[in-house]
């Protein structure tokens, strides 16, 4: 008998690239979401922020593996926004109403230190510093799940996810609105581009948190595309796709005070995982266009 997975936030930006890879590893998928969407799942709406229809929804399903994307990320407010906290203690709910085997959690680089300028690949082993209210929510989220797993028995995984893009990506966004100005034929305005970044498209990190999920990996997994690129080169590359590079503004506007060098160590999801796709940035780009 397949195991039963449900996926939290299975309508979101990340959760609904993980629906289809997550059933062709096998697993009897349900997916919740407050307004149920499309894809091969049996699928409930429920808010999870309310803890009866949370603990409901566990006693319908009895999952055996979850999977947890949900999360309020309204992009320009998801950094500070007080949600954070209500996520952090509805999904410390979630996780001890839970009665499987395996949870899976995503976190965010935004939980690592972003001090100094060093331009090395980040591992799991990278100190725990977070700038932002949301990191810190992650960050302390990642701590409660792994007290958990070990006190019962649960197998704990808890993904750190660095740079999106991909279908559905909010408007104002690098991806998308650079694309949405060149096809209306205006400038396309963005920072200096010298920051190197590591950019994944969500069908990428879709596929790569289903291999995260079906193994039996533990603690926490940058699932990324381990791949430095500058933020010059993506915008370059939208350019050519849309064959609009002459309206490409690059330094009109100020960078964000932000490292230089943000880029995962991915040897874990690769060697332990064995997740060793290669992220095709340009090919999915176009696949935008």
């Known amino acids: 008998m397949p195991e039963r997975l449900l ?17 062709a590893w096998g697993f009897e998928l349900h997916a919740v979401a407050r307004r149920p969407g499309e894809g091969a799942a049996t699928w409930h709406a429920a808010d999870l922020l309310d803890e009866g229809a949370m603990r409901a929804l566990l006693r319908d ?31 410390t709910a979630l996780a ?8 899976v959690g995503l ?29 810190v929510a992650k960050a302390e989220l990642c701590r409660r799940w ?9 197998a704990v995984a808890w993904a750190r996810l660095f740079h999106l893009f991909g279908p559905g990506e909010h408007p104002d966004r690098l991806v ?10 205006r400038e396309a305005a963005t920072g200096s581009g010298r920051p190197i970044r590591d950019f994944a498209s969500t069908g990428f990190l879709g596929r790569a948190l289903a291999a995260l999920a079906g193994s039996d990996v533990v603690g926490p997994v940058n699932v990324a595309s381990g791949q430095p690129v500058a933020i010059r080169a993506v915008v370059e590359a939208i350019g050519r ?16 005070a932000e490292p230089a060098w943000i880029v995962a160590d991915t040897m874990r999801l690769r060697r332990e995982i064995g997740f060793t796709e290669c992220a095709d940035l340009e090919g999915d780009l176009a696949a935008l266009a």
């Open 241 to 256: 796709i849309a064959g609009r590079a002459d309206l490409l503004r690059l330094g009109a506007l100020p960078d964000r």
């Open 96 to 103: 001890d109403a839970f009665a499987g085997r395996r949870l």
């Open 146 to 154: 792994m007290a958990l797993g070990e006190r019962r028995g649960i």
């Open 61 to 91: 399903v009895r999952p055996a593996v979850l999977v947890h994307a949900a999360w309020d990320v309204t992009h320009g407010k998801f950094w500070t926004a007080p949600e954070n906290a209500a996520w952090v203690e509805a999904s």
């Open 7 to 23: 996926l939290t936030g299975a309508s979101g930006f990340v959760g609904r690239a993980m629906l289809a890879p997550l059933a």
């Open 107 to 135: 976190g965010s680089c935004a939980e690592y230190d972003w001090a100094g300028e060093d331009a090395a690949p980040w591992p799991e082993t990278r100190r725990i510093a977070p700038a932002t209210p949301y990191g």
């Open 176 to 185: 998308p609105a650079v694309l949405r100005a060149l096809r209306a034929g």
